[in-house]
């Protein structure tokens, strides 16, 4: 079995019952081609099942563009037909224009922060706020503050400067791992996110329902419809002989 398989098995063993394969392209490096994402077939035959649960666990694919210069922005705004396979875009800006470009303008569901240097710029507030309000979520990697003391220091520097401009909205925390012994489970990254400046409940939402949210996000990106969630419930009306309180109250008056 490949590390890779390795690795996927390992987190839902620790608990988790969705991951993503992350596909990175640096517009740095030459002859970049945004190819279409794996099949989780030609990892598993067959998938294998969560552990407490019974069902099989969720594989789903993941971009990361790596942009550096405006000029690598223009793929998002191509048609490419690989791009649109993917069921999440993350975008990983190298600069402030960038990193202001990515919040207000670029069609993705992921803005990567840096944690392994001292970042080149300062968050600031219009546009950190206009992505949240896009439903843009930013993601924050565990990995490098367990793997290298000074990789920490930047990971929980820029973790807080950033949480003191979004107070905590629209976080996800993930691994980027490699390797099986990078990852750690449920738990452990949420006392993981106390550390970055997260709330209790902030930190549990990094790792469970901002992800879920995460994926919602790509689904409206990729159909350009929203995806709306209905729930039945049960409502006793006046055919039923249950009047409303309002209209009870006056009938016995």
């Known amino acids: 079995i490949g ?5 996927i098995c390992l987190l839902f063993l620790v608990g988790y ?3 993503a394969i992350n596909h990175v392209i640096d517009f740095k490096e030459k002859k970049q081609e945004i190819v279409k994402p794996i099949s989780p077939s030609e990892l598993f035959p067959s998938l294998p099942i969560v552990q407490g649960k019974s069902k099989p666990i969720k594989i789903v694919t993941r971009l ?5 210069d405006p000029s690598h922005c223009n793929v998002l705004r191509s048609t490419s037909t690989n791009i649109r396979l993917y069921d999440i875009i993350a975008v990983f800006p190298k600069t402030e224009k960038l990193f202001h470009v990515a919040c207000t303008n670029l069609d993705v569901d992921l803005i990567c922060i840096n944690v392994t240097e001292k970042l080149p710029f300062y968050f600031r507030r219009p546009p950190v706020n206009m992505a949240i309000d896009r439903g843009v979520y930013f993601e924050l990697l565990y990995t490098p503050a367990i793997k290298d003391s000074t990789m920490r ?9 950033l949480m003191q401009i979004c107070k905590g909205k629209n976080i996800i ?3 980027a791992a490699e390797r099986p012994l990078e990852l750690r489970g449920p738990y452990d990254v949420a006392n993981l996110g106390l550390l970055f400046g997260l709330s209790e409940s902030d930190a549990k939402a990094a790792i469970s329902t901002n992800c879920r949210a995460v994926l919602l996000h790509g689904e409206t990106r990729k159909t350009a419809f929203g995806v709306v969630y209905t729930k039945k419930t049960h409502r006793a009306s006046e055919e039923e002989g249950v009047l409303p309180v309002r209209k009870k109250a006056k009938t016995e008056v």
Not at 64 to 68: A, E, K, M, N, R
Not at 153 to 161: D, K
Request: glycine share 0%; aromatic share 4%.
């Open 64 to 68: 990361t563009l790596v942009v550096s």
């Open 153 to 161: 220091r930047y990971t929980i520097s820029n973790a807080l400067s």
């Open 17 to 19: 019952s969705t991951v």
């Open 173 to 175: 925390i993930s691994s």
């Open 3 to 7: 590390q890779k398989n390795l690795t």
